[in-house]
T-cell receptor, first 113, second 113 residues
């Protein structure tokens, strides 16, 4: 079953604009991670935010985490055509030495030049 | 440094056959996880191995099995293939278990006829 649910499912913007994607989840987490996937390729890790962190930055990326609302957001500033991809949030469930990532269905981002 | 490598990149099988997919993790990474990604969905966790021991198993039937070798490479085996097994199979490696970003390969595209 999929825990994380990204919103919106698809997003189309112009180059230079900001893109915001949201993720909601259901259970307690160890951390939450964001990944990017270009068509037909593997996933690329973007940011990992731990459950005791509220905000994290990496270059043009900003991730927030609200554990009380069980939600996270990914902001991409000054978007570029190369940012066109699907973006997934994944919750990291660590129990008894077993770790698994639970992914949402993703947000398909299109950045038009 | 080489990333996660998977072989083969594409595979076509018929119902009832079995398949073996292979994964070489990033050098120094001791944890390997397998995910199944059906078209239009996020990846679904199948297995995690760490130091050659199974650390986690997702909600997949016993037709799916895996193992990790002393050099930390891994194989995913699927028996009695069904049409619904058609998917992109992704391997991810990480240094250890817990609060670790996952590094994904480009996957094996498995098509069942």
């Amino acid at each position: 079953s999929q825990q994380g649910e990204e919103d919106p499912q698809a997003l189309s913007i112009q180059e230079g604009e900001n893109a915001t994607m949201n993720c909601s989840y259901k259970t307690s987490i160890n951390n939450l991670q964001w990944y990017r996937q270009n068509s037909g390729r593997g996933l690329v890790h973007l940011i990992l935010i731990r459950s005791n962190e509220r905000e994290k930055h990496s270059g043009r990326l900003r991730v927030t985490l609200d554990t009380s609302k069980k939600s996270s957001s990914l902001l991409i500033t000054a978007s570029r055509a190369a940012d066109t991809a699907s973006y997934f949030c994944a919750t990291d469930e660590l129990r008894g030495g077993s770790e698994k990532l639970v992914f949402g269905k993703g947000t398909k981002l299109t950045v038009n030049p | 440094d080489a990333g996660v490598t998977q072989s083969p990149t594409h595979l076509i099988k018929t119902r009832g056959q079995h398949v073996t997919l292979r994964c070489s993790p990033i050098s120094g990474h001791k944890s390997v996880s397998w995910y199944q990604q059906v078209l239009g969905q996020g990846p679904q966790f199948i297995f995690q191995y760490y130091e050659k021991e199974e650390r986690g198993r997702g909600n997949f039937p016993d037709r799916f099995s895996a193992r990790q070798f002393p050099n930390y490479s891994s194989e995913l085996n699927v028996n009695a293939l069904l049409l619904g097994d058609s998917a992109l199979y992704l391997c991810a490696s990480s240094l250890a278990v817990g609060n670790q970003p996952q590094h994904f390969g480009d996957g094996t595209r498995l098509s069942i006829l």
